[in-house]
């Protein structure tokens, strides 16, 4: 937890470095709740194959407020990546996320920061509303 802390804080502080730390961690705050905005329409729409969809588009929303929130996109969606790897050795079971399943969500989440647009994950029949 110790090491997760120290790369948190160590790429905070390489982030803020051209810019103030109130504009940065406003940015971070917002683009936070983008992704939590995602993630509630990904449970509230409970549709099947949409995951990658929403996963770039709480990284594109997040990252077109800026570096602060481009890298709370990416430390939350690498924990939430890590988090069921570590359910699994815990548990000694399988949470039904494989590695090839978080690969494919990472790539969705590069997609999304990187500012291309999500609805190449979108599929077909998602409600508009989305």
Known sequence: MKLFTGLVFCSLVLGVSSQSWFEFMGQAYEGAKDMWRAYSDMREANYKNSDKYFHARGNYDAAQRGPGGAWAAKVISDFREAYPRLTDLVKHG??????????????ANEWGRSGKNPNRFRPPGLPDKY
């Not at 399988?94 to 790539?107: F, I, P, V």
């Open 94 to 107: 399988d949470s039904g996320h494989g590695l090839e399943d978080s690969l494919a969500d990472q790539e």
